[in-house]
């Protein structure tokens, strides 16, 4: 991630927590008092969100300590001490809300990615999230699916075409909107062509649309339509799978299978910080 980002982003999210001021912590605790805390994982998965921590906490108290135990990408297991921090006891008691939602959130994308791979357990696949993405937190969700062995898929708009049901039929047909399209792309963007039928795959394969997409097909389906789309043409499957039926598309031959799921439906990890006094 970037760093200025992150230092940006957690300056709204802190400034929509705060409000004007930490009541609890300012009238129990003087103003220099200091402590130490950590953070425990509470079941396993994989962990993400080390810069949040070690940002997030600085720009509450310069002079904090914040150790990180473990690497982006890393799994935890419960009980695991993930972080330390030592600093003004304000400024921990402060942020913390809003690290641990950054860091659960995080950690179960790519929990849940992680999960996603090992359910499909083929190799010769991968797995790509959607922009179905928390808006405000799509960065820290696409960078969590690449944590979890993951790998994106487009991360804005203008990362590059494509060409959905809707655009289509508005235009006309596949071939005519790929055309027009290419005719004024740049040679460095791709086209994605969303097909939910053999004759749109063949559509699509005609005019070389660089990524097909099979759009809620069952996995005979998909495993057909995939022997219609020469290389290099990449072939995705989208639509209707999740962590339940993902392993029935596993061995259809497709390239990449996208997943809503793995942002819109995740389930954060259970991650909590103790003072030290507690344990």
Do not use: W
């Amino acid at each position: 991630m970037i760093g200025l980002k992150v230092r940006k982003d957690l300056e709204q999210f802190f400034i929509e927590d705060i409000g004007t001021s930490d009541l609890s912590s300012e009238f129990l605790f003087p103003i220099d008092e200091q402590a130490e805390a950590v953070f425990i994982a509470k079941e396993s998965g994989v962990f993400c969100g080390k810069e949040v921590i070690e940002i997030g906490f600085q720009m509450l108290d310069e002079a904090s300590r914040i150790e990180v135990n473990i690497t982006d990408g890393d799994v935890v297991q419960e009980g695991d001490v993930i972080a330390s921090v030592k600093g003004n006891i304000r400024a921990i008691l402060t942020g913390e809300r809003v690290i641990l939602n950054m860091i659960q959130r995080m950690s179960g994308v790519a929990t849940m990615t992680a999960r996603a791979i090992e359910l499909l357990d083929d190799t010769s696949i991968r797995i790509c999230d959607t922009r179905k993405t928390t808006p405000g937190l799509r960065m820290y969700e696409k960078y969590a699916v690449r944590c979890g062995g993951g790998v994106n898929h487009r991360i804005t708009l203008d990362g590059g075409v494509m060409l959905k049901d809707n655009h289509i039929a508005q235009f006309g047909s596949i071939e005519r909107a790929v055309s027009h399209v290419r005719s004024r792309l740049g040679h460095m963007t791709k086209i994605e062509v969303e097909t939910s039928t053999e004759e749109e795959v063949l559509e699509a394969v005609k005019v070389q649309a660089d990524v097909i997409m099979f759009d809620n097909c069952s996995p005979k389906e998909v495993e057909a339509y995939t022997k219609l789309v020469p290389e290099p043409l990449i072939s995705e499957a989208s639509g209707g799978i999740t962590l339940d039926n993902l392993a029935s598309f596993r061995k259809t031959g497709v390239n990449m299978i996208s997943l809503g799921c793995l942002t819109h439906s995740v389930q954060s990890l259970d991650i909590s910080l103790r003072m030290k006094g507690e344990l």
